[in-house]
């Protein structure tokens, strides 16, 4: 993945990032940004901390401020906006308030058109990505440097340019 310069956004690898038009570009294809998520944080003391979550009900479960979101296989993905609409593709979801247009990759509302955007993996246990020692992201994503210093997920694989 390619971590965008705001320190919020990312794009699939060997994309640029377009932070005028909130897109991804190659010389082939003009996609939406997607926005990192917080990565979890291992415990470093044998105190309990509560790690808050969104439980999902195939047990898996996403970051705070995400929404669980089922996938085509019946597992769940994260849409990381806060009461998501999810798209009946199964891939995408929607900002609250809007309905997915599918067919255009649009979340459209009354006054409104955004790209919609592509949910991350559930979090499970036994499936993570290694920030360093004190973080982890979902599998099939990527660990990126949030502005705050933070560890963020951003929704593709690969490394971090």
């Known amino acids: 993945a390619t971590c965008c310069n705001d320190h919020v ?18 010389k082939d294809k003009v996609v939406p940004m997607s926005k990192k998520v917080p990565a979890r944080m291992k415990l470093q003391t044998s105190a309990t901390v509560q790690v808050l979550r969104t439980q999902c009900s195939d047990g898996s479960s996403c970051p705070d401020g995400s929404t669980c979101c089922e996938l085509g296989d019946h597992s769940f993905g994260c849409c990381p906006l806060i009461s998501a609409v999810c798209c ?11 309905t997915c247009d599918i067919p255009h990759k649009k979340c459209v509302s009354a006054d409104s058109e ?21 973080a982890t992201c979902p599998d099939s994503t990527t660990c990126c440097r949030l502005a705050s210093g933070e560890w963020g997920c951003c929704p593709y694989e690969d490394v971090c340019e």
């Open 9 to 26: 956004h990312c794009c699939p690898q060997n994309t640029q990032c377009d932070l005028v038009h909130g897109t991804c570009v190659s």
């Open 114 to 134: 955004t790209p919609m955007v592509k949910k991350i993996p559930a979090l499970r246990e036994e499936a993570t990505v290694k920030c360093d020692d004190t």
């Open 88 to 98: 009946g593709d199964h891939l995408h979801c929607c900002p609250f308030g809007t």
